[in-house]
């Protein structure tokens, strides 16, 4: 596939935040991009997506995506070329996966992001892999620490959901 075979009209759940975990920090571009993407990696390769993951380094993974078997991919989503521009901390998420990958929707050029790097493509409905991310697998102590974050993460936030009360 394309840039060109993904386009959203901007209706819909991801349009009005829909059911995303958003700080607001978030344009409607990057929900767009965001819910295409953990569709695309949920149905296609059978990946568990987190959004919004504190890291121990201070930094926030904007999506990061567990496999079956335990491969961790993280996801930068820039939505647009000035997105792209005033981020320089994207190198500090390496430390925390087993690939990499920038996520753009498909107005975005893909000639502005380092080849080096996976790259993404994905509006508000699916995505596809532009380029892959070279692997670079996680030591075996930081990948535990990252399954547990992770798990636990994710019970806390289905807690919150069951019992939003303080």
């Not at 993974?61 to 989503?77: C, M, N, Q, S």
């Not at 500090?92 to 380092?114: G, I, N």
């Not at 993460?153 to 069951?162: F, I, K, Q, S, T």
Request: with cysteine; hydrophobic share 45%; charged share 25%.
């Amino acid at each position: 596939m394309s840039d060109s075979d993904f386009t959203d009209s901007g209706a819909g759940p991801a349009a009005s935040g829909g059911p995303f975990l958003v700080d607001g920090r978030q344009s409607p571009t990057a929900l767009r991009t965001q819910r295409g993407v953990m569709r695309f990696l949920r149905s296609v390769h059978d990946m568990a997506c987190f959004v919004e993951v504190p890291l121990v380094n201070g930094r926030r993974a904007d999506v990061i995506a567990l496999g079956a078997k335990g491969e961790i991919w993280i996801i930068e989503i820039k939505s647009s070329l000035a997105d792209y521009r005033a981020d320089s901390k994207w190198p500090a998420y390496k430390d925390f996966c087993d690939r990499f990958f920038f996520c753009k929707p498909p107005e975005l050029d893909s000639a502005v992001f380092p080849s080096a790097e996976g790259l993404l493509v994905a509006d508000g409905h699916f995505g596809d892999i532009i380029r892959p991310a070279p692997l670079d697998a996680l030591p075996p102590a930081r990948r535990k620490a990252m399954l547990l974050k992770l798990a636990r993460l994710g019970a806390d936030r289905v807690h919150a959901l069951m019992d939003p009360a303080p």
